[in-house]
């Protein structure tokens, strides 16, 4: 029973790179989202979706993209990264509804610029 | 000013002691509140939601809400080492899809047998 699982676990980049994060859940969620976790900070979400083929912006959408191509995946992307977007990204799912429906968290991707 | 604030402590007790953790809000239109769990290096898990005021349990925990002070509440009873984690705050206004939800920064808690 895998629930969310995010790919990479890990990653380094430098400066002006470009990568995609991805998160499956097999729970058959209509809403998924996307958080940074930063020292400090706390959960800022970035992006969400609530159904296949639909994205929003959350509070931190500057310097990221995403798509929700299918139902299942929901991909994080960073066209040119920059250093203050270390950080460790969370996906998260949910069934449609609201606060009491849980947020079902992956275990995050650990990301460093340099 | 964070619209919901949380001491990030950290917080250490004595195993079976009885834990208080708070947060504070700004935003009188929060009417959900929620207490999330986060052990290292893993994603937060839902504990206990309440909406609008009033206390809320569940096992070992007490959820609280006065929404006249706009204090949040977290009690843990006869607190276990298995508890130490880190403990994050929540609330959002509405229920409404894409309503964000806002987390105080966490308080990490250590439960020593």
């Known amino acids: 029973n895998a629930g969310v699982t995010q790919t990479p676990k890990f990653r380094v980049l430098k400066t002006g790179q470009s990568m995609t994060l991805l998160c499956a859940q097999d729970m058959n969620h209509e809403y998924m989202y996307w958080y940074r976790q930063d020292p400090g900070m706390g959960l800022r979400l970035i992006h969400y979706s609530v159904g296949e083929g639909t994205t929003a912006k959350g509070e931190v959408p500057d310097g990221y993209n995403v798509s929700r191509l299918k139902k299942q995946n929901f991909l994080l992307g960073l066209e040119s990264a920059a250093p203050s977007q270390t950080s460790v990204y969370f996906c998260?799912?949910?069934?449609?509804?609201?606060?009491?429906?849980?947020?079902?968290f992956g275990d995050g991707t650990r990301l460093s610029i340099l | 000013q964070k619209e919901v604030e949380q001491d990030p402590g950290p917080l250490s007790v004595p195993e079976g002691a009885i834990v208080s953790l708070n947060c504070t809000y700004s935003?009188?239109?929060?009417?959900?509140f929620m207490w999330y769990r986060q052990y290292s290096r893993k994603g937060p898990e839902l504990l206990m939601y309440?909406?609008?005021?009033g206390n809320k349990e569940d096992g070992r925990f007490t959820a609280q809400v006065d929404k006249s002070s706009k204090y949040i509440s977290l009690f843990i009873r006869d607190s276990q080492p298995s508890d130490s984690a880190t403990y994050l705050c929540a609330s959002r206004r509405s229920n409404q899809a894409g309503t964000a939800l806002i987390f105080g920064k966490g308080t990490t808690l250590s439960v020593s047998s």
């Open positions: 998260a799912s949910s069934y449609p509804g609201g606060s009491n429906q849980p947020q079902h």
């Open positions: 309440t909406y609008s005021s």
């Open positions: 935003n009188s239109a929060f009417q959900y």
